[in-house]
């Protein structure tokens, strides 16, 4: 009897989790589909927001940035992150172990204090606000992703392996190419995946580091809001809602979460 | 093909002296085993002539080349792994060529090669296939033609057949044999199994606490062991006294030593050497012991005794058909060939 009752409580917890995560989501998916401007029931389908969305040129421009700053990003940190991972695996070296733990608190402090801090820190070296701050602050934000998802897949590998290819006369470059890789791509493209994740969605580093009228779309929703809401936005958020969670469950997919597959 | 030559080699991990002042010849075209316990450096020595492990100090050479300060992709050597490390990403036929593929020798040659290769381990119609697809034995061939394809100055092994159960590892030991034979390739090979290195080897290298303790042919080393370590690792020794202080309280006149032993040797025969009479031996040649006979253990066309001698226990295998019947309890007489008692100089 009380079994039965915990598993009903476990399930309508799970149920309630769910609902909580995932409800405000699906109303303002719902209302992106709304004809009413001021999300007035009964629903009446339309795609007008989305057509308006087509039209206005200031909220493409941003998402082109946001895409385009997410790819350059993406490219750096998978190649950085991954290079790190292999070099993390293959050699013994002072400080190791605390340059492995040193990469976790940036995923554990608050954007807010980093963004803070990237501020600080680009006007201090001169660089400032601008597109290339942007790119670094997100590169630095996603590499400890890439280089956790990565190290949890070399983790798997045997590196007898790259012994026995240099008993066959690869050097270093051909080992990595033609034996490490091949066992870590589903691992590197999974970070990948993550990597695009973080600098796409980000808002707090990119509102810091982003000279206005240069913003990101995240920045760009934000600053819409502000302004006056428009179901317009509802129609741009529930565009990136699907494509985050899409290459989300695809990283997922990918990564099986470090395990063997 | 080449030989190879360590001289001196010293190694240090930490305050561990995993190599001590190691010296051995490995002569061109030979099968050399190098035989100890775990941690004793014969992986540690196999892995710096490979390359993976750079020397503090001695000289390394293969063929008329010094290596010490050589990586291991340019050593030009073979090496197979004792899990055998097969690329679990490519066929068979594309491990094999891996090594052709590196040197670049062109599809075709290449080809050819890796087909020779195969046929050489009995895999001609295997090339297709990927690793986790054959068996343990298979697999084991795949990595010898792989580590042989290259035509490579020297083949080295590391515990090769250890990974194989019993029946299989005779086929492999035979095999192993054949092929090294046919291509004729300085071998090395690091086992614990000193059955294994007595079977295949001309010449054993036996180390420990990464010494090498002693370095030549099986019989020799079986016969004539350097130290009691050495006499007790290579297979079973019933030992008549230790450096100079006899285990057996009998006066020791009915053992006859060869000429020129010294008073402070260890003394010890093999069980195979000993033979088992219900007579005292009449042979005044003969070194001769009375025992009690405790067990016999029958086991086919030979058996195996466990004899009580004075309080020591003894072991002797002799064929079935030799040994009397007798009652387990029963007085018996030991006898050898004087030829038969090993000498160990002592502080081996």
Not at chain 2, 84 to 92: E, G, K, R, S
Request: neutral net charge; contains cysteine; glycine residues 8%.
């Amino acid at each position: 009897m009380s079994g039965r009752f915990l598993t009903l409580l476990g399930k309508t917890w799970l149920g309630l989790i769910l609902f909580f995560l995932y409800a405000p989501i699906i109303v303002m998916a719902f209302m992106s589909f709304n004809a009413s401007q001021y999300y007035q029931l009964p629903f009446e389908f339309s795609l007008k927001w989305y057509q308006d969305l087509a039209g206005n040129d200031e909220i493409i421009a941003a998402a082109t940035r946001s895409v385009l700053i997410a790819l350059v990003t993406t490219v750096i940190a998978t190649i950085l992150g991954t290079a790190a991972s292999v070099a993390l695996f293959r050699f013994e070296f002072r400080g190791k172990r605390f340059l492995q733990v040193m990469l976790f608190p940036p995923i554990a402090i608050p954007w807010l204090i980093t963004g803070t801090a990237m501020l600080i820190f680009f006007f201090g070296v001169g660089l400032g606000r601008g597109t290339p701050s942007v790119i670094i602050g997100h590169v630095a934000l996603a590499l400890p992703y890439v280089i956790v998802v990565v190290s949890a897949r070399l983790a798997t590998f045997d590196a007898t392996l790259e012994e026995a290819a240099r008993s066959l006369g690869a050097d270093a470059w051909t080992v990595t190419r033609r034996v490490t890789l091949p066992w870590i791509s589903s691992g590197v493209i999974a970070g990948a995946l993550f990597a695009f994740a973080v600098s796409f969605d980000q808002f707090v580093v990119s509102y810091f580091l982003s000279e206005p009228g240069d913003s990101t779309l995240p920045v760009l929703i934000y600053t819409s809001i502000r302004k006056g809401f428009t179901p317009e936005i509802n129609a741009i958020s529930t565009i990136i809602i699907v494509v985050s969670m899409a290459v989300m469950l695809f990283a997922a997919r990918f990564s099986n979460f470090g395990g063997e597959r | 093909m080449a030989e190879v030559s360590v001289q001196n080699v010293t190694k240090h991990f930490g305050t561990l002296k995993a190599l001590n002042n190691v010296t051995m010849d490995f002569p061109d075209g030979g099968f050399f085993a190098l035989l100890g316990p775990s941690g004793s450096g014969k992986t540690t020595l196999l892995r710096a002539i490979a390359g993976f492990i750079f020397t503090d100090g001695g000289s390394i050479r293969i063929g008329d080349k010094s290596v010490e300060h050589i990586p291991v992709e340019k050593r030009d050597i073979g090496m197979m792994f004792q899990n055998y490390a097969l690329f679990p990403n490519m066929t068979v036929a594309d491990n094999v060529g891996f090594g052709l593929r590196v040197r670049k020798v062109g599809a075709d040659e290449e080809r050819r090669r890796v087909g020779e290769a195969l046929e050489l381990v009995q895999l001609g119609q295997h090339g297709d296939r990927k690793p986790h697809q054959l068996s343990g034995g298979q697999r084991q061939r795949v990595a010898l033609a792989r580590a042989m394809v290259t035509n490579p100055k020297v083949l080295l092994l590391d515990e090769p057949l250890s990974a194989l159960d019993k029946a299989l590892r005779v086929d492999m030991q035979i095999e192993l044999k054949r092929i090294q034979r046919e291509i004729g390739i300085t071998t090395i090979f690091v086992t614990h199994d000193q059955e294994e290195a007595l079977t295949l080897s001309d010449k054993i290298g036996i180390l420990k606490n990464g010494t090498m303790i002693q370095a030549g042919p099986p019989r020799e080393v079986y016969s004539n062991p350097a130290d009691v370590f050495t006499a007790e690792f290579l297979g079973e020794a019933n030992f008549l006294s230790k450096d100079g202080k006899g285990v057996l309280g009998l006066d020791a006149a009915s053992i006859k030593l060869p000429a020129g032993t010294g008073t402070n040797a260890t003394l010890a025969v093999r069980p195979e050497s000993m033979s088992i009479t219900v007579d005292e031996p009449q042979q005044d040649d003969m070194s001769k012991l009375p025992a009690t006979l405790e067990r016999r253990i029958f086991a086919g066309a030979m058996a195996t005794c466990i004899l009580n001698c004075d309080g020591q226990v003894f072991k002797v295998i002799a064929r079935d058909q030799d040994i009397p019947e007798l009652k387990e309890g029963g007085q018996v007489w030991l006898s050898w060939k004087p030829e038969k008692t090993i000498v160990v100089p002592s502080g081996g």
